[in-house]
Structures are given as C-alpha cells and as structure tokens.
C-alpha cells in the first residue's frame, strides 16, 4: 500500500510541538516497570514480534503529524501481553567472555551477587531471541516475566515493592521504588515495549529527520498505522524505524529499527498478543517461596543506599572498590559526569574523557586483554592522533590514545571527524 501523505516538515515541526505536551507521553507510559530497578542499559534491547500479517487494513487516511499525536494522547495504562524479543547488534563471538566481563563491571561476583538481581539478569535481552509476558495495572502495578525452557524470571512493581524472582536458582531480589527508581522514577528507566523505543526513536523528530505514513498492517490481530521515521543526514547507522500503532488507543503495537547498512533489523519489538483489559489484582502479588534465598537491593550496594549500615568490605558505609578492579572502572565513572553531546539530529557524538590514557579502558598491567579487545577494533588516525573504533551495526565507538571516548549511532568518518574537530 502506498504512503498516505508524505508531510516530512510539517510533521517535524508539529513533533516539536507535540513535545511540549510530554505529558500526554508519560501518561501514556506510565505502565512500564520502573526502569531503574531493571538497571539495563536497554537501548540495546531490541523485541521481535513471531507475527502474521494477515494483510493491510482499510483505515481512515491520516497524516504524521496527527498520528504523532494520537500517540501522545494515549491514555492507556492497563494491559497484558506476550512479546517476542530479538536482538542482532553484529557483535563478535567472544566465546563467553562477554559474560565475566559484564559480571565484572556489575560488580555482582560469584559470592556478591544474587542471580534475582534485574541489573545483572536483564542483560540477558541485549542478544538473541526471548519471550516475555508483560502485564500492567496504572502507574503502580507492573510485571514482566522472561520465560526460559524450563524456568521463569519474573519482575514485578506492586506500590513500593520491586521483586525479582528467579525459578531455577529459587533466589529472590527485593527493593523499594524509592531505592530502585529514586526521584527520576520513569525517565530512567530502559526501554521494555514497543511504546517505550518509539518514544525515544520520537524524541529525535526534528529539521533532520523525516516522518511519514506508510501504510497499515496488522499487528496481533489488531488494526495499525505504520509510522516510518528516517534520517535526513547521510553518516547515521539508521536506515529508518518503523513504528506500528494501533488504530484505536494509540498504542504502539511494534517497532522495527534497519540499520543504513541493509539486512536483517537491529531491534524489532512487536507483541505476539495483547489485551487491553485490566489484569487480575493478583498478577502483582507475591511472596517469596519457602527456602528462597532473599538478598535486599541495599545489601548488593554494601548499604550505600541504606542508613549508613555497612556492607561487605566497607568501612564505616564507605564504598571501596573491590580488590583488583580496573583502576578504569573508577576513571570511566568520573569521565560520565562530564559527557558532553557533538553535532545534531542523528549525527549527534556523546564524548567524555575516561581519565586512563592507552586508549582502551582495561586498566594498568593487562596487555594480554588490551591485545585482544584490540584486536576487534579497527586502528585509525586523525588530527586528534590515534585510537581504535569498535563497531556494531547500530552503535560506534572510538577510543583516543589520550583516554577520550567518542560514542553514537553513526559511522567511523563521523566519529573521527567529531574527534578531529574537539581538538
């Protein structure tokens, strides 16, 4: 079916305006779990739907700007799910290694750690294919569940608790919004429905971006819109996404990112089956099993969120970094405070300075780790000197000799020229 309109400028112009009414947004989000407590760094979390599309429905013909709108305006805040998740960023096979490196800048050991822990378990959805069950009740009641072969990890939100609930180990996480969300509560929280990555993909509507209908489809047996959002500006790593809202709440139903370079999705998210029906009261109830391993969230922060009470390996409630961590790790942290944004649209570089001069973040006296990672990256020069660039097929990064860190969804050139011009 061929677009309805292709009203690029006036859909940027009143998405900016729509903005100002983020409100109507986070309304419309507000089911989602708090996204603190899951800890993900989820822009990376991609969700496919295993959906048949049954053909395109005969819709009422509506423009960008108004569907954009009817998006903002959604007021749903009950519903219950499946959603299928994929996620195919092209990173190496690191044989494992990934895991005790992820597990290491977690700071959750063999003997710290608690396999209920979101932070830890939801990096899990950062590759591959999983299914989730979703399930929300307003803004104080949410549960997502990741189903394995055999076992269920389970996160729920009731009022002020967070439970995590692993099925294999019969360990449980227990924390409060308070601990998990802190004042940021929402805003912080990792994208986890196709609602949440279309509200970040939006956030990007300006003079660089084009934004059309394309068409509708059908979406776990519900009508849609499809709204296709695309870079103007040639050095993005985005070929377009996709966004499929349904024609009757508003309600994001999936979304698809393509990579410029062609292929396969880079993320896709998309619900399997959906109902918008108030959940059961006792979908959010729990109660640790007997024998479950019960670890508090202040207890994995050795009481730094507590009263002052001390943690493993504290001194008086001060935090001290475990023996033998990357000296890095500490550099990486003070280099965040000082992030700074290059450039505009979708050629915007995030950059920061790490501290650690050498150009790869592993800390002193590791060559054989630093030859490795390096070994996946590609060496380039510029006016800024030397560093190498790690490559997926979305997100890019280029690490200076001097320790500076230029980041962003955008291509090598792109990346050293931004380098080139911070000096």
């Known amino acids: 079916m061929a677009p309805y309109e292709s009203d690029d400028t006036t859909t940027a112009r009143q998405a900016g305006e729509a903005d100002e009414r983020g409100a109507g947004r986070r309304r419309a989000a507000r ?13 990376t979390i991609g969700l496919v739907p295993a959906l048949a599309d ?7 013909k509506i423009t960008a700007a108004q569907l954009i709108e009817k998006m903002a305006q959604s007021d749903v805040e009950q519903l219950s799910g499946t959603v299928k998740i994929t996620t195919d960023l092209g ?68 009022g002020e608790d967070v439970w995590g609930y692993d099925s294999e180990s019969n360990e449980v996480f227990h924390g409060t919004t308070d601990e998990s969300a802190g004042a940021g509560g929402r805003e912080h929280q990792p994208p986890a429905t196709p609602k949440d990555f ?11 971006t084009s934004v059309t209908v394309d068409g509708t489809a059908q979406v776990a047996g519900r009508d849609a819109y499809k709204l296709v959002v695309k870079p103007r500006q040639s050095g993005s790593t985005v070929g377009a996404v996709s966004i499929a809202v349904d024609h009757r709440t508003g309600t994001p139903l999936k979304f698809t990112l393509t990579p410029a370079s062609g292929g396969a999705a880079v993320v896709d998210v998309g619900f ?26 202040g207890e994995l922060d050795g009481g730094e969120k507590g009263s002052g009470e001390k943690g493993s390996g504290e001194k008086g409630g001060e935090h001290r970094r475990p023996e033998g961590a990357p000296k890095s790790e500490e550099d990486l942290a003070k280099g965040l ?40 990256g590609d060496q380039v020069k510029g006016e800024f000197g030397t560093g190498t660039v790690f490559s997926t097929r979305l997100v890019n990064a280029l690490f200076t000799e001097d320790g500076t860190v230029y980041v962003g969804a955008v291509t090598k050139d792109v990346l050293v020229k931004a380098a080139d011009e911070a000096k």
Request: aromatic share 4%; charged share 20%; proline share 6%.
């Open 31 to 43: 089911y989602v779990v708090p996204v603190t407590v899951m800890g993900v760094a989820a822009a």
């Open 337 to 376: 405070d000082g992030l700074k944004v290059l450039g505009e649209g979708w050629n915007s570089v995030a950059t920061f300075d790490t501290g650690a001069e050498g150009g790869l973040p592993t800390g002193s006296g590791n060559g054989d780790l630093d030859g490795f990672l390096g070994s996946l």
């Open 91 to 158: 990173l190496p096979d690191l044989g494992g290694l990934e895991s005790s490196l992820t597990s290491g800048a977690m700071g959750r050991g063999e003997d710290g750690g608690s396999s209920a822990d979101p932070t830890a378990r939801l990096t899990e959805l950062a590759s591959g294919t999983h299914t989730l069950r979703i399930a929300a009740d307003g803004p104080d009641r949410q549960k997502v569940s990741l189903l394995g072969n055999a076992s269920e990890y389970s996160l729920i939100h009731n």
């Open 272 to 297: 399997t089956k959906v109902s918008f029906d108030r959940p059961a009261a006792s979908t959010f109830d729990f109660t640790p099993p007997k024998g479950a391993k019960v670890t508090e969230e």
């Open 198 to 208: 279309a509200e970040e993909a939006l956030k990007s509507v300006d003079d660089t």
């Open 54 to 60: 049954s053909g395109d429905p005969d819709l009422p």
